[in-house]
């Protein structure tokens, strides 16, 4: 199709195409389609008008013809062109079409050799085609027998263009139908021109303005339609995407639009070509998008796992912020975080994740699309919106899912409101109580804005764990129709990802249940029964996992993340730090008793007094626990931990300094490029370009928020029973202002979280002694502020990639956090007034468990303090040095880098990594190191380098089927057995995975002569 004032015509001689046309169509699917052609130009023919009037019809197919050559303008050379029910048109030229029209002919079948009646390169380029496919008389094909039909034409043309030397460029703007799935090409046989221009538009249909100019729109719309064109057949904006150069273009039966690059010979990425074939006064005059799409071409993201799982493409046109999004996630926002913080205060708490979330938004969201009437509704004559804008789209499912995310989560302030009146015995207002909440969830926002150009927009940023949520999103809400890869027929995602969640549901309950001694087969302990130091070194629970595999994978994605969404080079790092300090370091100074360390367990948070024992914090404090008693404390003991747990301190220590000079050294000159507007353009990829289209949230938005939030922290700070200064409160902001850049880089990178705790109550007890509420409240605001705008940062990634309008996500985000925060302290407050004595051993199963260890934190780092824990004349001052080590370390990799440059372990060493693997112990269990490497080993080295097609294809959906699966199984055990009592006893699921010895100290230990 072309449009009648044509601005991007190869040939600029005439202002027309006036040489013939033709239209097909379609009645039914799978029926052979009618076309009509003829030699007169397309608007002076009067057949046309009354064509148009009486053909109704899902699939037109239109041609408008300039000759070319020496081609004669009849009706056997007008497109389209007809074969069984497959129709074919062509815009462009094969260049010495016929010195190698000989070669063509010779290897076509011979039906399609019989087909051509016509001399044009277009009905040759067809009948090479034809001959492609095993069985051309189908009715109706998949996109994938299409597709590589498609390439291998191609590829055959410019073979024979090859072999005969002719180097001018053939352009190759093929398209294809069945009358149900189509296929098209902007191609050129060029690395240094562009090709012939072509768009598409998606939407509902095409309305008049007042103006006499038409828009393509969807609003009210149930029916989808696609129009492919040479050039945008209106002036405005938002209606056409360019599809780049030398790329292919799928339409689904279900009208999804895919975009696939031609990556031969002559592929080159859009900033190399020239963009000779547009003239110098083209759509810029009338409309200015044309630039920027001009350079969206194939500056696809440089990185495999994002372009396997984020779409290249997006209209516009869609909605993301829409009646049924706002319904869905207000309801299950209140619900959701209702139930997770009910359950918080349970022995086994249990809470709706993620994965659960995507599943029942996109059952609702159908539902709605299918119940809900097509009707606008006026809104007090502010605004109108439609109750139902169409199907259910991925960006209102990735929006509704930010936002019910958001909605869900128990707000970590709801710790220090419980601590406070549980156990310090200070009621909190519920004004109060809910500007520490507000406060402390939306501070990270203000953060999250500042970083948003350096940790969101490049490229570079990856946040690989967005990528399983974008494999979802596109699995639910794209068709695959018999996909074949490599030439043979693959399972659909889908399938795929509907097979893998039903099998580990059902296996899941395995582990989960009824055996779980499958979550740690511990060899050591079977072989060495009756010995303390092998159980030890050998359980994956309680002792080092050396010898340990785990076969649950809630276990195993549990504290590490997904294996097969982190990066293999950052798996690496990660089990050599484990393996470094948790199989070596730790051994050695276990057994020869560094830190008194053979009192205690090898691997234990506890704390513990000098004897061994368990510390009686009631021997230390007075009132009820709120005064530390000196003289009870020098008469009892000093604090004591294990060694595993002493080491972990330390590591987090150096884990500050190590993330701040790794990023300096590694990153910083890179990021420093970004500084200028120009520069951070030239770092994006096309997701980049994309989202250019939305408007950015305001700098002011995130202003307002902050201030807003500073103003209710220092109202709550200041008041009565917390008294933390006004500058303290800054000091933790600060803390979390500091590290934001250089935790959100290495998280986005590699995938890897580095906690913040340890610094936020270490600073807190050095600068407030004996002050344990205002050291939890600098926590909070220390470690929270840090926690939310990472996780905002990672949504926003989400987003991004899912081409989300900003603005629609940081009202969902800010939203959702509101709504959280009202209905954790409603429930709270409700808890706290209906059962007698939560959170005491008596008021099981509300015994708390998390609050317990804030209260118990807030006694150690507030009331006791770092000063007696890490002091001069502590055992553990020499901890304090893992500031120095941290900071000193990344030098070590980066100057030897600098040295042998060619070295990829050097290159790829990361020290905060390395120092974080083992801060995760406890709560996260040694045997999940192992298998976490396993998996990452077979999947993201092997599998990848061997098959790696599959990698590409699955790895992700792999991922998301897993935790999707894991997720759902553990509901339904918590909901069906759990809750209920119903408890399985038997060998399988010993409560000790039969290494009863390993949670005992050494010191006071009778070896048996089985000994090692």
């Known amino acids: 199709m072309q449009s009648f004032s044509s601005k991007l015509r190869i040939d600029t001689r005439r202002n027309m195409n006036g040489d013939g046309f033709g239209i097909g169509w379609y009645d039914k699917p799978g029926e052979n389609g009618c076309i009509f052609t003829s030699v007169l130009p397309a608007w002076s023919n009067i057949n046309l008008h009354r064509i148009a009037e009486k053909v109704k019809s899902n699939m037109i197919f239109a041609h408008v013809r300039a000759t070319t050559g020496d081609t004669a303008t009849s009706e056997s050379n007008c497109h389209p062109w007809q074969f069984g029910n497959l129709m074919w048109m062509h815009n462009g030229d094969i260049s010495g079409f016929?010195?190698?029209?000989?070669?063509?002919?010779?290897?076509?079948?011979?039906?399609?050799?019989?087909?051509?009646?016509?001399?044009?390169?277009?009905?040759?380029?067809?009948?090479?085609?034809?001959?492609?496919?095993?069985?051309?008389?189908?009715?109706?094909?998949?996109?994938?027998?299409?597709k590589e039909a498609m390439l291998k034409t191609i590829?055959?043309?410019?073979?024979?263009?090859?072999?005969?030397g002719i180097e001018q460029p053939s352009m190759m703007n093929f398209a294809v139908t069945d009358g149900v799935t189509v296929v098209c090409t902007r191609y050129i046989s060029s690395k240094k021109y562009e090709a012939a221009s072509l768009y598409f538009s998606s939407g509902s249909e095409f309305r008049s303005e007042s103006d006499g100019r038409y828009r393509m729109i969807r609003a009210n719309k149930r029916d989808k339609s696609v129009v492919v064109a040479s050039e945008p057949l209106t002036f405005e904006r938002n209606d056409w995407l360019v599809i780049p150069t030398n790329t292919l273009l799928v339409i689904t039966p279900k009208m999804n639009v895919l975009l696939y690059p031609v990556k031969d010979q002559h592929y080159t990425t859009q900033n190399e070509r020239y963009s000779i074939n547009a003239p110098e006064e083209d759509l810029l005059h009338h409309d200015p998008y044309s630039d920027d799409l001009?350079?969206?071409?194939?500056?696809?993201?440089?990185?495999?796992?994002?372009?396997?799982?984020?779409?290249?493409?997006?209209?516009?046109?869609?909605?993301?912020?829409?009646?049924?999004?706002?319904?869905?996630?207000?309801?299950?926002?209140?619900?959701?975080?209702?139930?997770n913080q009910f359950f918080f205060f349970r022995q086994n708490p249990i809470s709706i994740g993620f994965s659960v979330t995507i599943l029942l938004t996109f059952v609702l969201g159908k539902a709605m699309e299918k119940l809900l009437p097509n009707k606008t509704v006026n809104l007090f004559g502010i605004k109108s919106f439609s109750l139902n804008p169409g199907p259910f789209s991925a960006k209102e499912h990735t929006l509704l899912c930010v936002f019910t995310n958001a909605g869900s989560g128990v707000a970590y302030a709801i710790e220090v409101i419980a601590v406070q009146e549980l156990f310090y015995d200070i009621k909190s207002s519920v004004v109060k109580s809910l500007m520490l909440i507000f406060s402390t969830q939306l501070l990270g926002y203000g953060l999250s804005g500042l970083v948003h150009h350096v940790l969101v927009k490049p490229a570079i940023m990856i946040w690989p764990e967005t990528l399983v949520a974008c494999s979802i999103f596109r699995t639910l809400h794209e068709e695959e129709e018999d996909p074949i890869v490599n030439g043979r027929r693959v399972i659909t995602k889908m399938k795929f990802f509907v097979l893998v969640s039903s099998i580990i549901f059902f296996y899941q309950m395995l582990p989960s249940f009824f055996f779980q001694l499958l979550s740690s087969i511990s060899i050591l302990c079977f072989i060495f029964p009756n010995s303390i130091r092998a159980q030890q070194l050998g359980s994956g629970m309680t002792g080092l996992g050396m010898g340990s595999f785990s076969f649950d994978w809630s276990l195993i994605a549990s504290y590490l993340g997904s294996p097969l969404s982190t990066p293999f080079w950052a798996a690496v790092n990660v089990f050599c730090g484990f393996v470094f300090f948790g199989w070596i370091i730790v051994p050695l100074g276990y057994y020869l008793n560094w830190f008194e360390a053979k009192k205690f367990p090898i691997i234990n948070a506890g704390l513990f007094d000098i004897y061994?024992?368990?510390?009686?914090?009631?021997?230390?404090?007075?009132?009820?626990?709120?005064?530390?008693?000196?003289?009870?404390?020098?008469?009892?003991?000093?604090?004591?931990?294990?060694?595993?747990?002493?080491l972990n301190y330390g590591l987090a220590l150096a884990i500050i300094t190590a993330a701040i000079t790794h990023v300096l050294l590694n990153n910083w000159p890179e990021f420093k490029r970004l500084g200028s507007t120009k520069q951070r353009l030239e770092h994006e990829d096309i997701h980049g370009h994309l989202m250019r289209r939305y408007k950015s949230v305001p700098s002011w938005w995130y202003i307002i928020l902050f201030t807003a939030s500073i103003a209710m922290g220092l109202l709550v700070c200041e008041s009565k029973g917390v008294n933390l200064p006004w500058w303290g409160m800054f000091l933790a902001i600060s803390v979390s202002a500091i590290l934001l850049f250089p935790y959100g880089i290495v998280a986005a990178i590699t995938n890897v979280s580095l906690g913040v705790n340890v610094i936020s109550e270490f600073i807190a007890g050095l600068v407030f002694p004996g002050m344990p509420i205002a050291n939890i409240v600098f926590k909070t605001y220390g470690s929270t502020t840090l926690r939310q705008a990472l996780w905002i940062t990672t949504d926003q990634k989400l987003g991004h990639y899912m081409k989300v309008p900003p603005r629609d996500m940081f009202i969902a985000q800010v939203?959702?956090?509101?709504?959280?925060?009202?209905?954790?302290?409603?429930?709270?407050?409700?808890?706290?007034?209906?059962?007698?004595?939560?959170?005491?051993?008596?008021?099981?199963?509300?015994?708390?468990?998390g609050t317990n260890v804030f209260y118990s934190a807030s006694v150690i780092w507030g009331l006791i303090g770092p000063i007696k824990m890490f002091g001069r004349d502590s055992i553990y001052n020499i901890l304090l040095w893992g500031f120095l080590i941290g900071a000193v370390l990344p030098f070590i990799p980066w100057l030897l880098s600098k040295k042998y440059k060619k070295s990829l372990i050097l290159r790829h060493t990361h020290i905060p990594i390395f120092l974080m693997?083992?801060?995760?112990?406890?709560?996260?269990?040694?045997?999940?190191?192992?298998?976490?490497?396993?998996?990452?080993?077979?999947?993201?080295?092997?599998?990848?380098?061997?098959?790696?097609?599959?990698?590409?294809?699955?790895?992700?959906?792999?991922?998301?089927?897993?935790?999707?699966?894991?997720?759902?199984?553990?509901?339904?055990?918590?909901?069906?057995?759990?809750?209920?009592?119903?408890?399985?006893?038997?060998?399988?699921?010993?409560?000790?995975?039969?290494?009863?010895?390993?949670?005992?100290?050494?010191?006071?230990?009778?070896?048996?002569?089985?000994t090692i």
């Open 917 to 1010: 693997a083992c801060s995760v112990l406890p709560p996260a269990a040694a045997v999940e190191f192992p298998s976490w490497f396993i998996v990452a080993v077979i999947f993201n080295f092997i599998i990848y380098q061997r098959h790696h097609w599959w990698w590409v294809r699955y790895n992700y959906i792999l991922s998301a089927a897993l935790m999707t699966g894991t997720a759902i199984c553990g509901v339904f055990i918590f909901y069906v057995f759990q809750i209920n009592n119903i408890s399985f006893s038997w060998w399988g699921n010993a409560k000790d995975f039969h290494c009863p010895l390993a949670s005992k100290p050494l010191i006071d230990a009778k070896i048996s002569s089985m």
């Open 815 to 849: 939203s959702g956090s509101l709504i959280s925060g009202v209905v954790n302290l409603i429930t709270t407050k409700y808890l706290f007034a209906k059962i007698p004595n939560i959170c005491q051993k008596s008021a099981y199963p509300w015994t708390c468990p």
């Open 155 to 164: 590829a055959l043309i410019n073979k024979y263009l090859d072999e005969e």
């Open 612 to 646: 061994g024992s368990k510390y009686n914090i009631s021997k230390v404090t007075t009132n009820n626990g709120t005064v530390f008693n000196q003289l009870g404390y020098a008469s009892y003991s000093p604090l004591r931990i294990t060694f595993f747990f002493a």
């Open 294 to 339: 001009r350079h969206l071409g194939d500056k696809d993201s440089p990185y495999e796992a994002v372009r396997a799982n984020v779409s290249s493409t997006d209209d516009p046109t869609i909605p993301a912020m829409t009646f049924r999004v706002c319904f869905i996630a207000i309801t299950l926002s209140v619900m959701f975080s209702f139930v």
């Open 98 to 146: 016929l010195k190698i029209k000989r070669k063509l002919t010779s290897n076509l079948t011979e039906d399609a050799y019989a087909f051509i009646q016509g001399t044009t390169d277009a009905e040759h380029a067809f009948a090479v085609f034809i001959s492609q496919l095993d069985d051309p008389y189908k009715p109706l094909f998949s996109f994938e027998e299409l």
